[in-house]
């Protein structure tokens, strides 16, 4: 249910407060507060990628459940008022903390700060004495070990009330994933294990704890004997599946109110799978709303810079293949071991978990296999993401995006192409990435490297009327390597390896007339204009043909 003025959209708060008072644009996720506290289990994960509505509905829980401020106001006519879990709003303590912000230098101090928040908050206008007056004295002094700070908030405000408390915990892997590879790693996750130990393992005084993130990493030993935890993610999930995210039947209703092309809006923000049901991403649609315009609100994260450092000659290969609009069977770890997110050890298996439980990739279907050896069909799901995988190539792949945009330019000219290209080999990359593979022909293998460097450098482009360029599709009497259509022209691209490089403008010649006997492209509409491009490579170097 959408509520709120729909020409009101705060895109910079995560307030429910703020969202609900001011009459802001709202989808209605109160049935999440029903999910939490009827489900048994006392301790919940959730992870989902990032911008989907995460800290807003934590936001929602804490003003529902905390009877600091009676806040029930706040819900009046959303779903959870007529809820059988309503008799629990406004009913006890809520000690929240986020810990997006927290940094390796002070996230103790920072942590202790918050914990000595909650505690004046809890006994404000309150004349302590006794065992209360020794609890809040050891929380503010410094004298309680600060990895029991969470049980011993808790066990101060069951002294007060009487009541069991909640703990919510926001984005609880940020710091871990800052700091994978840090010196300080080990040390940060021995102390959050104590901390989240303490916090909820056999706690008498806890009533229930939701933690939220975007890696589920509990092979860490994050969690060890926490055996009244539960995890959500995002390949499991059949309890918050629709909680996170916008939903078909919320597109369905915003599209009445905002009148806009769905089929559009499904190609660009939709997708991305949970527990095999596809969700809308909350932040991007709201943007959409906001600005009338399509666009990638996919900003960098510090996950795209850890996916940087893991790439190597097979995963770039595989991420042309995606950017192509090819589903790629692998092997996915549904859990993360971040100690292991190194170039020099993970597994293929890591990596693409990686980017599912980042939000970057759908897991489309698994087989039918056993667990541990599963495939899973990965893809880029939508138009934005192909816009944000095309930005990291540009950036990652190419250190200097500049020369590659202007690519194009020349396309008339073989000779100042061939110039382009040759500078493009000779700046982004090395003799070495051309080298023979092992035990394959040497022309076979060193043509499909070259397919795949023309197919890379060309899906930075996001001006062309297709998402990517595509590969090995058939055209006339045979099959391409390349092809990419642009506003101007479409180029067809046929690719060869010389033995020699004397032999480089004969090669280019005949891929340049393989294009032309094989009618490659005679299917496109004759009203525009194709480009043929020969291409014959040796090493490093390169000539171009081209009509």
Known sequence: ?????????????????????????????????????????????????????????????RHFLTDAVDYRHLFKGLYVEGSSVWGKANSASVFNFEFKNLSAEDYKGQIRQSIEKHA??????????????????????????????????????????????????????????????????????????????????????????????VMRISRESLFS??????????????????????????????????????AELKAWYNGILVHGHAIYNTYSVATFLDSDKYDCHWTRSGVMDIIAELLNEDRMATLARLLDGERILQTVDKRISLKGLSPEYTLDR???????????????????????????????????????????????????PTPILNIFRNSHNAEKFAEDLQGILDNRMSYHDFLKPRDEPTKKALERTYQQFMLILLCAYGDSKKCYPTSNRESGDGRYDVFIERKEAYYIFELKSSEKAEGLADDAAAALRQINEKRYGVELDEDKRLVRIGLAFFGKQCAVVCE
């Open 120 to 213: 004046y908050s809890l006994c404000k206008s309150k004349n302590l004495d006794g065992y209360a007056k020794r609890c809040f004295d050891r929380l503010v002094d410094g004298t309680a070990a600060l990895s029991d700070g969470l049980q011993q908030l808790t066990e101060l405000a069951h002294e007060l009330t009487g009541k069991r408390s909640y703990i919510l915990i926001d984005e609880y892997d940020k710091i871990l994933m800052d700091n994978h590879n840090s010196p300080q790693y080990e040390e940060i996750r021995n102390f959050l294990t104590l901390f989240f130990s303490a916090g909820v393992k056999g706690n008498e005084y806890l009533e229930k704890a939701l933690l939220t993130g």
């Open 350 to 400: 890591d990596f693409y978990s990686l980017l599912v439980q980042a939000g970057y990739l759908a897991v489309e279907t698994e087989s039918a296999e056993s667990p541990e050896n599963a495939l899973v069909a990965l893809t880029i799901p939508n138009k934005e993401l192909m816009l944000a995988w095309k930005d990291f190539i540009l950036k990652y792949a190419f250190k200097e």
């Open 1 to 61: 249910m959408v509520i709120g003025n729909i020409k009101k959209i705060d895109l910079g708060t995560s307030s429910f407060e703020r969202v609900i008072a001011n009459d802001n644009f709202y989808v209605d996720k109160t049935r999440l507060i029903e999910h939490f506290l009827n489900d048994s289990s006392q301790v919940h994960l959730i992870t989902r990628h990032r911008r989907l509505g995460k800290s807003l509905n934590m936001s929602m829980l």
């Open 225 to 262: 004997g926490l055996n009244n935890i539960k995890v959500f993610d995002v390949f499991d999930d059949n309890l918050y599946t629709d909680d996170y995210g916008f939903t078909e039947s919320e597109i369905d209703e915003l599209q009445v109110l905002a009148n806009f092309d769905k």
